[in-house]
Every structure is written in structure tokens, then in C-alpha cells.
């Protein structure tokens, strides 16, 4: 049982309650914790504070629980810090998903232009919370769910020395979307994937202990033409069985590139206008829940569900706790535990996590067929958390021509210069000259 002071960057945001929740679930194991709030708007911290302390209140937990717009204050002398924010909000989400369009690109929150702009907005943001942690609290890890956490990871790890482990529940669910395109039951399989975050593959694949392969080349041959299929797992089982591999969910937007970017000039709202429209609903809800005696999370009102950032808390959990459990993790390729990469470039992979650190597991190389397109993102990540931390206007437009949505640099070029006048307020004066 550890008794830790955790400080949550984001906690007024819309999973906030979510992952208040989430680690309340696990209030036993963290006995004697202080939790302290942070983000920038008062009267939603205030909500997530009262239905978090509603709820450990409830569950009879030995948990402090304070709010504070004060960020350096916050951190003081803090253990771990959780980061999971959005700088400009679901706004500037809309614009990069909204902008690429205009110029024939895919427009997506992590992907792309969408997933770079996010990134410089997201980093510029770091730079001060490591001068603060750096400050104030010197033996402070940050478990990062921030976006794109490989970029955001990749900036901090190679610039500061301050520890940083980045969260994704991929590698734990994309195996599910091949496998039940296929008809095949995940709890019988074993997909081991690896790679840079959201864009990873498997290099093992089994089912039953037997090779997945031959499975869903059966199921793909059965099944392409049925019409029942949407178009997503039909996308996901041709991949697989044509690269010899199981995709991450992403990938479909760098092999059907065309008619995915057809199908979102065409839709009628974007992804963030869609949760944008649904958002006041949520804080009702968290509203009526922080003053019910017994706090009840519905999960069709609540922002990702009841539980949030799960991952992020297991990982916090077997470290502070020393559990040695195995989970996937977002840290530097140290010895070149992912070959194919350099040894500074951050991978996700899978891990033992106990109270010396994170521990890779062994892996073998991604298959040839996709290693080309994972390393050519790796080096996109690379340049483009340079640019976020220290470059200007010509290294953002290079980094940003070096990612694989990008036809050329012209493209490249315009896209920037109009998503950057579009994010000034959230983008520091280098990148904007």
C-alpha cells in the first residue's frame, strides 16, 4: 500500500471524473494518498473534487482530495504527476480535424497535421510543467496520457531528465477489431504488438498456441464479400491478411488514405463536433452526481466511460506498489529492446512495471512488410519533437512534410501557416515567425 501525492494536470477536463473514479477503485492500494486537482477552469475543478471525495467519502477511504488552478503550487513535492489535457480544448481539436480537409489531407486528433498541431500545442504546455517539476518536485514521474503521447514522451525524455512513462490502451485492444472482423474470440488469442503509439503491428500472433494467419486468411475469404461487414472490419481483416499482421486501428488512414479522406470531406460533423455537442450533458451529470450521497456514474453520460485512464493507473499502481505486473508502455528504445529502432526514439511495448521502473519484455523485430511505415513514423515523431521543443517555423514545416499524410511540401507549407495563425494563442512565438 502506498501513500503518495499524486497530482492530476487536467483534472477539470472531462475525464476527469471518469479517472477520479478509476483510481478510487483502486483507493485501498494507495491509502493515506493526497490528490490534488489541477487545470485552468475553477468551477469544473470544483465539480470533479466534490464527486471525488463524494466517492471516497462513500468507499471509507483515507484519501485527501484538493483542487487548484495554481500549477507550481500543486506540484510541490509531489510523487507523480498524471497529465491528461487538451490545450485549446475540443475547439482546437475541430480545427484540426476541420483544416487538413480544406487542403485534401486526413484531418484526425493524432494523425496527421491534426496529430502534429496538437503535439506543438500539448508540448508548449510541457515546457513549463518540467521547469515546475523540476522546481518544486525533484523525485516526481510523469504517467502521460496527454496527446500524441509518443510525440509529448519522445520531447521530454530527450530534452529534460525528468522520468516519463506514456499510456495508451491500444496495444491491449486493437488485436479485438482483426479478430472479431475474423469471428474469432479474443480471449483465445495471444497478438503481441509493438511499434510507436497508435501505430503499431504484431510480431506474434496466435491462436489456441496456433498461428493466427491461416485463420483469417479463411475468414478474410469467406467474408469479403459479405455485406453485413462495415467497412472498418473489412478494412482491418484485408490489412492483416495482405501485410501478415495485425494493425493497430489507425492504420487504415495511411492504407485506404483516399477514401477515407472522401469520407470525411463528406461527413457532416467531425469527431469533436460530435463530443463537442454531447459535453453538456456530461457535466450535468457530474454535477448531480457530486451532490448524491452515493455517487453513480452512468456510463452513456460520462466522458469514455466510468473509468478513465485505467492504464495509466495500473502502471502507477505496480510501480509505487511493486507488483511486477505486465502492461504496455510509451519509453525510450534503451538497448534497443525494439530492434529496427534507435535506441533514443520512444516505442510502445510491453513491460514489467515494478518499483525500480519500467522493464521492456524482449521483442522481435516487426515483420518487413510493416516495419518501413512504423519506422518512417518514428522519424516523423522524432523531428516533430524537436520542432515542439525547440524549433521554429522551418522545422515545424519539415517535421511536418516528413509525416507520411503529407503529399509534398507545399502542402506541408500552407497546412502550416494556416493552422499555426489558427493556434497562435496556444503556440509559443518561435513557431509562429
Not at 207 to 234: C, H, I, K, N, Q
Amino acid at each position: 500500500m502506498a501513500a503518495i501525492k499524486l497530482v492530476y494536470i487536467g483534472g477539470g477536463s472531462s475525464r476527469g471524473a471518469g479517472t477520479m473514479a478509476s483510481f478510487l477503485e483502486r483507493g485501498e492500494r494507495f491509502q493515506g494518498s493526497e490528490v490534488v486537482l489541477v487545470d485552468l477552469d475553477p468551477d469544473r475543478l470544483e465539480i470533479v473534487r466534490r464527486l471525488a471525495q463524494r466517492i471516497a467519502d462513500v468507499k471509507g477511504l483515507d484519501i485527501a482530495i484538493r483542487a487548484t488552478t495554481d500549477r507550481r503550487a500543486a506540484l510541490t513535492d509531489a510523487d507523480a504527476v498524471l497529465s491528461s489535457f487538451r490545450p485549446g480544448n475540443f475547439e482546437a481539436r475541430a480545427l484540426d480535424e476541420r483544416i487538413p480537409l480544406k487542403h485534401g489531407v486526413i484531418g484526425q486528433e493524432t494523425q496527421g497535421p491534426g496529430g502534429f498541431f496538437m503535439a506543438l500545442r500539448s508540448i508548449a504546455e510541457f515546457t513549463g510543467i518540467v521547469a515546475d517539476i523540476e522546481a518544486v518536485a525533484p523525485r516526481a514521474k510523469i504517467f502521460n496520457y496527454t496527446n500524441p503521447v509518443n510525440i509529448v514522451s519522445q520531447a521530454v525524455s530527450r530534452f529534460t531528465d525528468v522520468p516519463i512513462w506514456s499510456m495508451c490502451e491500444g496495444l491491449l485492444y486493437f488485436p479485438n477489431s482483426t479478430l472479431r472482423a475474423a469471428g474469432l474470440d479474443p480471449e483465445r488469442a495471444r497478438v503481441t504488438m509493438a511499434g510507436v503509439n497508435h501505430n503499431c503491428w504484431s510480431f506474434e500472433h496466435l491462436y489456441d498456441g496456433e498461428d493466427l494467419m491461416p485463420l483469417l486468411d479463411r475468414a478474410w475469404d469467406e467474408r469479403r464479400d459479405d455485406p453485413t461487414m462495415d467497412v472498418f472490419s473489412r478494412r482491418m481483416l484485408e490489412l492483416a491478411v495482405t501485410m501478415r499482421s495485425v494493425p493497430a486501428d489507425y492504420f487504415p488512414y495511411y492504407f485506404y488514405g483516399p477514401e477515407i479522406l472522401r469520407e470525411l470531406q463528406g461527413a457532416p460533423r467531425t469527431r469533436s463536433e460530435v463530443i463537442m455537442a454531447s459535453l453538456p450533458d456530461y457535466w450535468n451529470h457530474y454535477t448531480e452526481q457530486s451532490r448524491a450521497d452515493v455517487p453513480e456514474l452512468d456510463p452513456a453520460r460520462s466522458r469514455g466511460g466510468i473509468h478513465e485512464l485505467e492504464l495509466a493507473l495500473d502502471v502507477m499502481d505496480a510501480h509505487y506498489n511493486d507488483t511486477g505486473e505486465r502492461l504496455p508502455v510509451n519509453l525510450p528504445n534503451t538497448g534497443g529492446a525494439l530492434p529496427g529502432f534507435d535506441d533514443d526514439v520512444v516505442v510502445e511495448m510491453w513491460c514489467r512495471v515494478d518499483a525500480a521502473g519500467v522493464h521492456p519484455e524482449p521483442q522481435r523485430p516487426l515483420p518487413h512488410t510493416v516495419r518501413g511505415i512504423t519506422q518512417a513514423l518514428a522519424e516523423y515523431q522524432y523531428v516533430a519533437a524537436e520542432a515542439a521543443w525547440a524549433g521554429g517555423r522551418r522545422e515545424a514545416i519539415a517535421a511536418l512534410a516528413a509525416n507520411p499524410l503529407v503529399p509534398g511540401l507545399r502542402v506541408a507549407e500552407e497546412l502550416y501557416d494556416e493552422m499555426a495563425a489558427a493556434h497562435a494563442a496556444h503556440l509559443p512565438e518561435r513557431l509562429l515567425r
